[in-house]
C-alpha cells in the first residue's frame, strides 16, 4: 500500500527565504505526482505535475523535482512571500491507477 | 483546466439528518471523484463516480451512507446520509483532466 509522507510538518520561514519541501512515497511504481495547495477551510489548488518519466516541473517561483527511484520529491520556493503561506499536499498516483494517494501536508507560514 | 463548483459551500445539519452536496463542472468529464478531509487530516478518497455506471466506492466507504448520483458528464452529487459528529469534515469533488486532479472548493459540514 503506497504511503506518503511530508517533512516537516510545519515551517516557518520569514519573507524572502527560499525554501524546500519534502515528499517521499513508499512505492516507486508511480503514474505521476501532484503538488497542491490548501488555504485554511478551502479546497486545492493544483500547483505543479510531475510525470513519472519527469524530473522536474517549474511555474513562477515553484520547482518541483522527482526522483522516482529514491521515492521523493521536493517543491521549492524562491524567495517566499507572505502570499505563499498556505498548507502544501503532496499526492502521487500509481501505475496504472488514478487514485491520489496524499500525505498530511506541510503548513508553511511565511512572517512579513 | 475546468471550472468546479460546489453546493453548498458550508452547512450545519443535526444528528440523524442528511445533506446532499452539489459538484458542477463547467466542461464534460468522464472521471469525477468525491473526497473526505477530516479536520486535521489529509483527504481520503471516498468514491470515482462515472456517467453512467454505478459508483465505485473505497474500503470503509459504503453505498448506503455515501450514495452518488452521475446523471450526466457536468455534475454529481454525494449524499452524506444519517449524519453524525464523525462526518464533521470537509467534502471535496475532483476531476480528471490529461492526467491531472483538479478540485473543487470544498463543503464544510458540522453536525450537532
Known amino acids: 500500500k503506497q504511503e506518503v509522507t511530508q517533512i516537516p510538518a510545519a515551517l516557518s520561514v520569514p519573507e524572502g527565504e527560499n525554501l524546500v519541501l519534502n515528499c517521499s512515497f513508499t512505492d516507486s511504481a508511480i503514474y505521476n505526482l501532484q503538488w497542491f495547495r490548501q488555504d485554511p477551510g478551502k479546497g486545492l489548488t493544483s500547483l505543479l505535475l510531475?510525470?513519472?518519466?519527469?524530473r522536474e516541473q517549474t511555474s513562477g517561483r515553484l520547482n518541483a523535482s522527482l526522483d522516482k527511484s529514491s521515492g521523493r520529491s521536493t517543491l521549492y520556493i524562491a524567495a517566499s512571500q507572505p502570499g505563499d503561506s498556505a498548507t502544501y499536499l503532496c499526492a502521487v498516483v500509481g501505475a496504472g491507477s488514478y487514485q491520489l494517494t496524499f500525505g498530511k501536508g506541510t503548513k508553511l507560514s511565511v512572517i512579513p | 483546466s475546468a471550472v468546479i463548483s460546489q453546493k453548498p459551500s458550508r452547512d450545519i445539519c443535526q444528528r440523524g439528518t442528511s445533506l446532499t452536496i452539489q459538484c458542477q463542472v463547467d466542461s464534460q468529464v468522464t472521471m469525477m471523484f468525491w473526497y473526505r478531509q477530516q479536520p486535521g487530516q489529509s483527504l481520503t478518497l471516498i468514491a470515482t463516480a462515472n456517467q453512467g455506471s454505478e459508483a465505485t466506492y473505497e474500503s470503509g466507504f459504503v453505498i448506503d451512507k455515501f450514495p452518488i448520483s452521475r446523471p450526466n458528464l457536468t455534475f454529481s452529487t454525494l449524499t452524506v446520509s444519517n449524519l453524525s459528529p464523525e462526518d464533521s469534515s470537509i467534502y471535496l469533488c475532483?476531476?480528471?483532466?490529461?492526467?491531472?486532479?483538479?478540485f473543487g472548493p470544498g463543503t464544510r459540514l458540522t453536525v450537532l
Open positions: 510531475i510525470q513519472s518519466s519527469q
Open positions: 475532483s476531476l480528471l483532466i490529461g492526467g491531472e486532479q483538479f
